[in-house]
């Protein structure tokens, strides 16, 4: 089960999401070494990222002490720090904040892990998280045991929702989950994993408000794919589905993102369809074939795996299992169907 931490006041959640949205317009990157810093926490102590070599050290950006959205998201760390903290992960909050203001936070909240003061702005700049506010958006960016920044969440506050006149995060169960070899399960939570297309620009899964997801391993070579494009691109457009999020993954070795993107032109698709190099997504979702999908709730919950229908041939199609998993997760039922057989072409794995 997934834990979700609460808080209450929720008449400023808004705000605190507006402090928080990324501009977008950043430098930092996946793959690059991160940037060094040296800044004391909550107790005057210094941190550096030169002392934490050998470590994987995971930067929680977050836009101010004492205010809702910021509490439930430290409360959520500090709740499931123990599992955090495995395999000698390192923790550490950022915020433009003074120490002065993080002693009294972290006295409330009684917060186990250091949050660091930048009242200069000096490392929300240099990690692209200084928001137009002049505050620190809320981002989180992994860094690791050699340095390098090996993954960043520019949407955790996609991992917020309402439930109650209560402000609730599962940030810290994706987070865990990203620091895992996660392995997706009907019913399980999804990482709200980051994509990146072939001119290197980073999307998340999933962004604030979205109604879902829809992840969908394609190949194209696969003839089975290429007969389902249609029916895709309809229930992409479809305004009954307004604010699902579906996202093509290309998993095969021998196609290109050269391949890929004259595809996506050919046939004017309108989802993107991003390289899964190495086989990573795939192995994380455990697809085989292609078209194969999966369907992400609004709360980050697989809902529904396997085929988009039960026929190739559009004219004898008799379950449409993906647009009936679509109205009912937008509806709020429980999915009728939420596994079938997924059929066609195999994934090209490298070996």
């Known amino acids: 089960m997934v834990r979700m931490v609460r808080t209450h006041n929720i008449t400023w959640m808004m705000f605190v999401f507006l402090l928080a949205f990324p501009t977008w317009a950043l430098a930092l990157r996946i793959g690059q070494k991160a940037p060094d810093f040296t800044l004391p926490d909550q107790n005057g102590v210094m941190h550096s990222l030169k002392q934490y070599s050998g470590h994987v050290v995971v930067l929680n950006f977050y836009p101010a002490d004492m205010t809702p959205g910021c509490t439930c998201e430290m409360k959520s760390l500090r709740d499931n720090i123990n599992k955090l903290h495995a395999n000698g992960v390192v ?39 200084l928001g137009s506010n002049g505050r620190a958006n809320r981002i989180t960016v992994i860094i690791d045991k050699n340095g390098v920044v090996k993954d960043i969440d520019w949407a955790v506050n ?31 939570l ?99 074939h292609t078209p194969e999908v999966w369907v992400i709730n609004s709360h980050g919950i697989a809902v529904y795996h ?33 596994e079938t057989h997924s059929f066609g072409c195999s994934i090209q794995r490298a070996m």
């Open 306 to 338: 396997g085929a988009i229908d039960d026929n190739m041939n559009t004219a004898k199609v008799k379950k449409s299992y993906l647009e009936n998993a679509l109205r009912e997760m937008i509806s709020g039922q429980s999915i009728t169907t939420k």
């Open 158 to 188: 996609a991992e917020y929702t309402q439930s109650g006149g209560e402000l609730m995060t599962w940030h810290s169960a994706d987070l865990a989950l990203r620091l895992s070899d996660w392995k997706a399960k009907l019913g399980g």
């Open 91 to 129: 923790i550490l909050g950022v915020s433009v904040d003074t120490v002065a203001s993080h002693k009294q936070f972290a006295k409330e909240l009684h917060l186990p892990f250091p949050i660091l003061a930048d009242p200069g702005k000096h490392m929300v700049k240099e990690y692209g998280a």
């Open 190 to 288: 999804i990482p709200n994993f980051t994509l990146i297309d072939a001119n290197g620009k980073e999307t998340s899964l999933f962004d604030p408000g979205q109604k879902g997801a829809v992840v969908m391993f394609l190949g194209t070579r696969c003839p089975v794919c290429k007969e389902y494009l249609g029916r895709l691109d309809a229930l992409a457009n479809s305004p009954s589905f307004t604010g699902v999020h579906f996202v093509g993954l290309d998993s095969n070795v021998n196609e290109t993102e050269k391949v890929i993107s004259n595809y996506e032109n050919k046939y004017h698709l309108p989802f993107p369809i991003y390289k899964d190099t190495g086989d990573v997504l795939a192995d994380h979702f455990g697809a085989t």
